[in-house]
Nanobody
């Protein structure tokens, strides 16, 4: 059974940092590409960062140079280090496979505000 449990969100001032973590329950985790997504109200969910099973990463242009995605195959976790946060990063963040399944976790809310 597939499950994603996100944590680490919160309130931070512009320019601050947060680290999101996702505990994944999935067989063959180490062979799966993983991604972080976000969805603003009224907008489609977008891919923010992806880490492939081999470790290669790619990012949306809006977060490139500020966010870093990583994975720990032994712990079955995926992390997203977010630096230089901006108010426009305020949204709920989700993790899922690189090609997302229809199963989503509850997400982790990030609020960037002074």
């Amino acid at each position: 059974q597939v499950e994603f449990v996100e944590s680490g969100g919160g309130l931070v001032q512009p320019g601050g940092s947060l680290n999101l973590s996702c505990q994944v329950s999935a067989d063959m985790f180490r062979w799966l590409d993983m991604g972080w997504y976000r969805q603003a109200p009224g907008k489609e969910r977008e891919l923010v960062a992806r880490v492939k099973f081999g470790g290669a990463t790619n990012y949306a242009d809006s977060v490139k140079g500020r966010f870093t995605v990583s994975r720990d195959n032994a712990k079955k976790t995926v992390s997203l280090q977010m630096n230089s946060l901006k108010p426009e990063d305020t949204v709920v963040y989700y993790c899922n496979f690189g090609s997302p399944s229809t199963i989503w976790g509850q997400g982790s809310r990030v609020t960037v505000s002074s």
